[in-house]
Structures are given as C-alpha cells and as structure tokens.
C-alpha cells in the first residue's frame, strides 16, 4: 500500500467513517493487487500478491522468544520440527533427532544449507541462543523442565532436561529460531529469520507487509507479497463484501450469508468452549485471598447431571449457527484423544435420577432443588467481551434449569474473573496441539496456577497417568497414557469420571476466501490466538 493509502486510513480511522475506510480500502488495495500480478501462457492474469484480514495484530510483536508463532506458521522462521497435516512430527530445520533410553537428552542434527534472510548462515550456535533466550525471557513458553541447551558442533544441539517430558518435542515443533548475530532490542517490530517469508513493513494499528523469502531452503511460496489487515471480523467481513480483500477470518454470525466471489471454508479445530467447576468444597482462599471452592459444584452429582444432560448439538446449531462440533474433551479428534469420552447428551430424565439418588430435593417447591440446606445454585462467569461465550453461558443455564439447578450467568472483565475462578464456574475457551495442556487443566500439581486447574482438581490415578505420559519416551507410549487419564474404565478426567469440567462445542473457524484461490490442506486448528490458516501458507496457489 502507498504512503498516501496509509493517511488516507489514518484519517479515516480518525473520524470513525466505517463506509468510506471500505471504499479507500476497495480502491488502493484492488490497485495493489493489479500492479503484483504476472500473465500465464494463455495470456490470463494471475495474481502474485494476497490481502489478509486474518486475525489481530500480535501485542508483542514477531519474536518467538516471547511467543510468536505459537498458534500457526511463525512466517518468519523456522522451527526445528513441525506436525504435518495429520499432526505427525516431522522434520523442518532438523534432519532428525534422538532421544536418550532416560529420557533427558534429546539430540538434534539440522540441515546445512539453512540461511536467515539477510544471507548468513543458520547454525547450532543460534538454536542454542534462541532457546536460552526463550528460557530467560519468562514469557509464556515454559522451558522449566531444560536444564542446558548445547552445541556440540556446528550443526548438532543437545538439549538436556532437569526431568523426562515426552511434550518438549511440542516445544521444538513451535519454537521459531532466531539469529544470534541480529536479535537485538527491536527485534520483535523487524524480524529476521529463515522462514518463507522476510519481514518487509509493520504499520502499527494497520498492516503487515512481507514478501517471499529468496533464503528459504524449502518449496518457495506461490504469493511474492502478502498484506495482512488488522481489523475486527465485522469489519473484515464488510471488506470481503467489497472485494478489498483475499481472506478474511469472521463471527459465526456471518457464517450463513453468501459473498459474491468468495466462499466460505469452515475449518475444524479444537478451539473449545466449556465450563469448569469448582471441584472442592468451600473454605480455602488463595495467598492473595481469593476465596477458593463451591459446595454446590463440589457434588459430583450436580456435575455429572450437568454433562449429560446438556444437549451440545443444539448449541452448536443454536449458538454456533452449525459452524462447530459436540466437545467432550479438551483435546477431542488429537492423537492423544480418547474416543471412548464421547457421551450421549441431553438425558435429561437421567440426569435427574442422579441428583434424587444423590439428595437433591426441591423441598420448597420453587423450581430449585436443595441438599441439606442447600440450593442446587450457582454463578457461572464468562468474559462480558465475548458474545458467543456469552450465548453459551445463557443458553446452558436455560438448559439446565428444568433440572432444578440454577446457573447465574454473569459477564465479568478478565480482572473479576482473576479474583472469581477459584470458588465459581467459568466459561474457558482452550485448545492445544500441546497435550501438555491436559496436564496443565488436570494435574493436581498445577491447582491454582494462573487460568490453569483453578478448580482444584485432584485425582492420584489421573496424576499417576500424566506423570508416566510424561515420562515416556514415544508419543506412542505417552498417548496411551493421556487416553486412560480421560477414562481407564473406572476413572477419569473425562464426564464419564470426575467430570471437573463439562465440556461444550469445538468452534469451527470461518474464512471467507477468494474462490481463486486455494488453501491447501488444513490440519485441526488450535485454540484461535495467532493466525493459524497460515501454517499452510507455503501451499497456497492461485488458481483461473
């Protein structure tokens, strides 16, 4: 885009003229595309630049060392391994690895003709920066289990772990690789790497511009220059309406109308809703002094009516407009998933049963049932910003409530919800090509933990399961472990156990894109921070 189209979106955006920021958009931008774009042999135009409103723009810029790349392709970089499209581990940078018979060492060989984009050579020496970088960076990748990263010559790393943890293999799979010689203080706003794509422009609050990558030692991508649009999904579906843009990510909302020119790609993910409950009683408070437990969700009664009697495909089709599917786990359709976790839903006359074999009376004939005095009550949060949640929320309540329990669904800020978590139900989203985040959710360890197993759940067998998933030395091995920490037969994470959480729908994610072009293959899309369409971005062809 020209200086003059950045003013003209600067003073736009200024004035709040919605109609008009569209039209300068639809005519600077359509301008753009022409003059990128080559003839083929029949003499017809094909298209060489893309223009993207995917997703947000990354509050802590393009530096992996702080977390960018962690949801999709890092662009820039490269990883030293990478999941294929059926989520097998397969080799990027690296040619290979080893892991020790104990577990600790994990050994890295990597390619030899690897450059960053400014043309010097990629070595041991900058993955054994960047991992010491990221591991003092305290930022959200958790290196805690690495004890030393080593070189042990120019193009082998040896990575020594305090403990075994079959997951740090996830780690190697998301950790973009940054030069030594160039990772200074502004590196995160100007990024060199050795990805497909150089780092070109970033108008902050507006745009990213990159282009394609003349280092890059694999397939080299179609597109020679891509835009990405920092708008809201309203926004950028009214430009998708306008032809000003090539995709745009949007609200499920918008799933059903059609758009002259572009179709809609409903991506599967594991992008999950659900509700987590309190699993102690009441009594306990935080060092900080929030109060911790609820002596109505600490009735496995109450939870496990709740799980089966919600009717999960109705939300989906109600508050999802069917642009999503029934989620049972926090992992569901993952290799590491147990399939036995799904559940026929919507039972409610047994869920009923539950709670009157449990003591769950409505003895004041009010609609709410009561247990030794106390009603079957109780607040579930969710954040106020967020509509879909808050459908879910209010359409669960209603659900729910010829049962004769009462779910109060309050919008809060994340602030409230920081201090409220501990003692009342939430309405999380996760979602992770990482089953770490299992562990993280379940594991008696981690009670209390920042957003992750606020609740408190505890369960010896679970933990024993995730301890030894961690400690196995082939995803193999480790899957197996994860999928009877769901359900062993007798016990569980999963609603068909404990059921500490009561998981809702796995959203689908919604792309509105040019009919011209192709995609490629999608793999099941994480939770939706970051912009994970483009982890297939190399595939992507323009087509006439």
Request: aromatic share 10%.
């Amino acid at each position: 885009m020209s200086q003059k189209g950045d003013d003209f979106v600067k003073m736009f955006k200024r004035i709040g003229t919605f109609v008009l920021v569209l039209a300068v958009f639809a005519t600077l931008l359509t301008g753009c595309a022409k003059e990128d774009s080559h003839s083929n042999a029949d003499g017809d135009s094909v298209r060489e630049e893309l223009i993207l409103a995917i997703g947000s723009e990354p509050d802590d810029g393009f530096d992996p060392t702080t977390g960018w790349g962690r949801y999709g392709s890092p662009l820039f970089q490269s990883t030293l391994l990478k999941r294929d499209n059926d989520l097998n581990i397969v080799n990027d940078l690296a040619k290979g690895y080893e892991l020790s018979e104990d577990g600790l060492v994990w050994t890295v060989s990597l390619r030899e003709d690897v450059k960053f984009s400014d043309g010097v050579a990629l070595t041991a020496e900058d993955v054994v920066y960047t991992y010491e970088a990221a591991a003092a960076s305290g930022s959200v990748i958790d290196l805690n289990v690495l004890d030393r990263v080593e070189a042990k010559d120019e193009y082998t790393v040896s990575f020594t772990l305090k403990q075994p943890q079959s997951t740090f293999v996830n780690i190697l799979a998301v950790t973009g690789i940054v030069p030594k010689h160039a990772h200074g203080a502004d590196y995160a706003e100007k990024p060199i790497g050795s990805g497909p794509f150089k780092f070109v422009q970033w108008d902050k609050g507006q745009q990213l511009i990159v282009e394609t990558n003349p280092e890059y030692y694999g397939d080299k991508p179609f597109f020679k220059k891509i835009t990405f649009l920092f708008m809201s999904e309203d926004l950028a579906f009214a430009a998708a309406k306008t032809g000003s843009v090539d995709i745009a990510s949007i609200p499920h909302s918008f799933g059903t109308q059609a758009v002259t020119g572009m179709r809609l790609e409903a991506i599967e993910s594991v992008d999950n809703r659900g509700i987590m409950f309190p699993f102690v009683p009441a009594g306990e408070k935080t060092a900080s002094g929030a109060a911790i437990g609820n002596d109505v969700t600490s009735d496995p009664a109450i939870r496990k009516a709740i799980n089966i009697a919600v009717d999960r495909k109705a939300l989906v089709k109600g508050v999802l407009e069917g642009f999503g599917t029934p989620a049972y786990t926090v992992s569901d359709g993952l290799p590491w998933w147990n399939p036995d976790t799904v559940i026929a839903d919507g039972r409610a006359e047994e869920a009923k049963e539950i709670l009157t074999e449990a003591g769950w009376i409505d003895t004041n004939n009010d609609g709410i049932l009561e247990k030794n005095g106390l009603k079957a009550e109780f607040v579930l949060v969710y954040p106020s910003s967020d509509q879909t949640r808050q459908s879910l929320a209010i359409a669960t309540a209603d659900m729910i409530k010829p049962l004769g329990i009462n779910i109060i669904a309050e919008g809060k800020s994340w602030d409230e919800i920081a201090n409220m978590m501990y003692s009342n139900a939430v309405l999380f989203g996760w979602g992770s090509h990482d089953p770490l985040e299992m562990y993280n959710l379940y594991h008696s360890k981690t009670a209390g933990e920042g957003y992750y197993n606020t609740g408190y759940y505890a369960n010896p067998t679970v933990d024993s399961y995730m301890d030894q998933a961690l400690a196995a030395t082939t995803e193999e091995e480790a899957n197996a472990y994860w999928q009877n920490a769901q359900w062993d037969g007798e016990t569980g994470f999963s609603s068909l156990g404990d059921a500490p959480w009561s998981w809702l729908v796995n959203l689908k994610h919604l792309y509105l894109v040019n009919e011209k072009l192709e995609i490629g293959s999608q793999k099941i899309q994480p939770h939706g921070h970051g912009w994970p369409i483009t982890d297939s971005i190399v595939e992507w062809r323009w087509k006439e």
